[in-house]
């Protein structure tokens, strides 16, 4: 008689452990093991199954493009990579209530009203759920068909009778369960389980799956990190509760670019696609305000101009306070380090905080020329000029380095009626771009010094005016 292997699994992050013990070597958690049992039979006397012959193909010949199925929704086929292709199977994750039912719901009624067959199966709310929030949406004329069940052999089942879908939405993941497993639904097993059967239909049927996923309270997508392996897209659904805008960022695409967004506005009839993103973010700009400036980023293919504000305020505590939002906190300690040590600009017994503007969050080293702009406006109180733009990536010597794409920053700058750009010196043969005014720099202690002379000269004049 063969022995059963166990095998202690963290419901957490998905490592495996020999023996159960209280804490997580992987993630740090507690409490998260939790035994589980391999039914194959162990042991040197396991008789091998014989495997079925397959086909090999050469590596020469034609290759055709994968074809895809716009979802009618433009934001989402720009992060998608031009709409959904057979047999593919996608994760989307997000925070709670950050509107990811409301996005696909909206998906599957565009695909229905296009005549594609769409399925809508929600494992966390009722059929009569589903259609009041259609209602609300306007959408409940559309033919979307609608379940609620959690068993995928039932969901499988169904789905193969008749015309196979052409886009199936699996609402959440973290709820569908399969008897194949012995393991209650929502641990790491039964998720890894489900999502094996799912993507083995949407292989075989030419469905497009989406499967709906849950995150932690650190962002990362919960269950197994091998699902996301699994999948052929991962797309983040991003967005601040204060804030109106949501982004759909693609953070793995096998079809299609890994850095494109979708920037959508959540109104009351739902998501509204914003085609002009730049033009939404700097629409409640504080113009004439130390400590802000302009920062004409690139997501993807798409140039994007945001505020970067930042506050720099004398300390009363031992250890000064830095505070980042919408930016990595260690580029900021990096910049806060140049300008100190190459720069003149002491800012140990000062409290620093930098935000970026509009809940949007900036990942590219772009960013570093902005952010020391903004900085050292405030703490010299010497607002920047309001037309102006920056962009370029600080080293640690101070020098001002080029970045990828400067002539379709400075087009979407022109375009959003900016007239001047401080750029690097290496972006020169690229400043003609919409008649805009270049100001390059080389080192970083050239813009300080550009900004205190700022400063001063508004100083003069403000004396001047007095004595006049």
Known sequence: MSKRSLS?????????????????????EWNTLAQEGDERPAGPGRKASKGRLFALEPLTGEAHDAPRLPSGVAELDRVTGGGFVRGSVLLMAGDPGIGKSTLLIQATAALARSGHRAVYISGEEAVAQVRLRAERLGLRDAAVELAA??????????????????????????????????SAPGTVTQVRGSAQALIRFAKKSGAAIILVGHVTKDGQIAGPRVVE???????????????????????????????????????????????????????????????????????????????????????????????????????????LAVLEAHCGVKLGGHDVYLNVAGGMRIQEPAADLAAAAALVSSLA???????????????????????????????????????????????????????????????????????????????????HGQDG
């Open 149 to 182: 069940e959690t068993s995928v052999e039932d969901i499988i089942a169904t789905l193969s009778e008749g015309k196979v879908p052409r886009l199936i939405v699996i609402d959440s993941i973290q709820t569908m369960w399969t008897e194949l497993v012995e």
């Open 229 to 335: 392996h699994m999948v052929d897209a991962v797309l983040s659904f991003e967005g601040e509760g204060s804030h109106q805008f949501r982004i759909l960022r693609a953070v793995k695409n096998r079809f299609g670019p890994t850095d494109e967004i979708g920037v959508f506005e959540m109104t009351g009839a739902g998501l509204r696609e914003v085609a002009n993103p730049s033009e939404l973010f700097l629409s409640e700009r504080d113009l004439g305000t130390p400590g802000t400036a302009v920062f004409a980023g690139m997501e993807g293919t798409r140039p994007l101009l945001v505020e970067i504000q930042a506050l720099v305020a004398p300390t009363s505590l031992g250890t000064p306070r830095r505070a980042v939002v919408g930016w990595d906190p260690s580029r900021l300690s990096m910049v």
């Open 381 to 463: 109180n010497s607002p920047l000029p309001a037309d102006a733009v920056y962009f370029g990536e600080v080293s640690l010597s101070g020098a001002i380095r080029p970045v990828a794409q400067a002539a379709a920053r400075l087009k979407e700058a022109a375009k959003l009626g900016f007239t001047r750009a401080v750029v690097p010196e290496a972006a020169k043969s690229e400043t003609g771009e919409g008649g805009l005014k270049a100001s390059t720099v080389a080192n970083l202690t050239h813009l300080v010094a550009d900004i205190a002379a700022l400063g001063k000269t508004r100083t003069a004049g403000k004396t």
């Open 8 to 28: 202690f699994i963290c419901q957490n992050c998905g490592a495996a452990a020999s023996r159960w013990q209280g804490k997580c070597e992987a993630c740090g």
